[in-house]
């Protein structure tokens, strides 16, 4: 893939796709998984099997160890804290069985100043955090962005819960790309407090990003039930890549990471099984120029 290839959306089980595209390509991989629903889901060779204690150093990061094991990048024992924790929730196992073979080519898809965002709402987020920790090096993991929002029925029981996490892991935590200048910024909370000059510039975003979810009668609305904000993955593709960069999302539903990959003159690839979520990036990209739609392998 260089620069002169088209923007790819790609109809198939990622996990067929990801083998076909070359290490390093991306400088931002966005993953927003289907939540855990609780069904068991197709299952890869990686299933965690519990394995007798090995000098951690002896094996390559991120290699294949004793049958169906994966050593987390860093050299760290993934493979005894996920034996740990998933032992602890199955429900949680059937959902990382699914994840992290697709999360191990997703590392090696990206760049070495590149950086995933993984989606997630609050009942996976603390689980991931610890795998992921293990499984990319702590050192990589650089936020724990909460999307906020205020939208639906209101539970009386508990505090409503009314956001998502994305927790964000570069690849190289001394060579990754971050330009928070890049991002759109936002009004004070309190503008009172501050000039008139740097309350009509707007602040920068932290990791607390208020958003409202995509509104059922605005612009953006393409129908398909899952979909993101344009804004916030226009602070995502402002902030981690530059004009020209590659950018993957192999969940991608509606195609909103395209949409905005496109409008910011960064490049993309998309790939859905969803033949719904096909259609509905059909219709989207109508206008954009150089998209190629195909049909890839099934893998199932
Ligand atoms: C939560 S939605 C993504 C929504 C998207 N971020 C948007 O803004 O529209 C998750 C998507 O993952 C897709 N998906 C689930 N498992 C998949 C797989 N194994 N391969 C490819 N796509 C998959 C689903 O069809 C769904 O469209």
Redesign the pocket.
């Known amino acids: 893939m260089s620069s002169d290839e088209p923007d790819r959306i790609i109809h198939?089980?990622?996990?067929a796709v990801l083998p076909t595209l070359p290490d390093g390509r991306f400088t931002l991989v966005y993953l927003?998984?289907?939540f855990n629903t609780g069904r068991a889901q197709t299952r890869q060779s990686t299933r965690h099997v519990r394995v007798a204690a090995t000098d951690d150093a002896a094996q390559e990061p991120g290699s294949a160890g004793a049958v169906g094991t994966i050593t987390g990048f860093a050299g760290k024992r993934y493979e005894r804290i996920r034996g740990d924790l998933l032992r602890y929730d199955d429900r949680f196992d059937d959902y990382w069985g699914f994840l992290e073979p697709r999360l191990v080519e997703a590392w090696r898809l990206l760049a070495d100043d590149g950086t995933l965002y993984l989606h997630l709402d609050y009942r996976e987020a603390h689980y991931a955090k610890v795998l992921l920790d293990a499984l990319f090096g702590r050192e990589s993991f650089l936020n724990e962005l909460i999307w906020a929002y205020d939208y639906g029925a209101k539970a009386k029981r508990k505090w409503p819960t009314k956001h998502d996490t994305i927790l964000v892991y570069v690849k190289n935590p001394s060579a990754y790309w971050f330009d928070s200048t890049a991002v759109d910024r936002e009004p004070y909370m309190a503008p009172g407090l501050v000039t008139p000059e740097k309350a009509e510039l707007g602040k920068l975003p932290t990791d607390v990003w208020w958003h409202t979810i995509v509104s059922p009668t605005g612009r953006e609305k393409t129908g398909?039930p899952?979909?993101?904000p344009e804004g916030i993955l226009r602070r995502i593709v402002q902030a981690s890549t530059r004009e020209g960069d590659w950018v993957l999302?192999?969940?991608?539903?509606?195609?909103?990471?395209g949409a905005v990959a496109a409008t910011l003159g960064r490049r993309f690839v998309l790939?859905?099984?969803?033949p719904e979520?096909i259609a509905v990036m059909k219709g989207r990209f109508t206008d954009v120029a150089g998209v190629v739609f195909e049909q890839g392998p099934t893998g199932r």
């Open positions: 198939a089980d990622n996990l927003d998984p289907p398909y899952t979909q993101k999302d192999f969940f991608a539903g509606s195609g909103t990471t790939v859905d099984e969803n979520a």
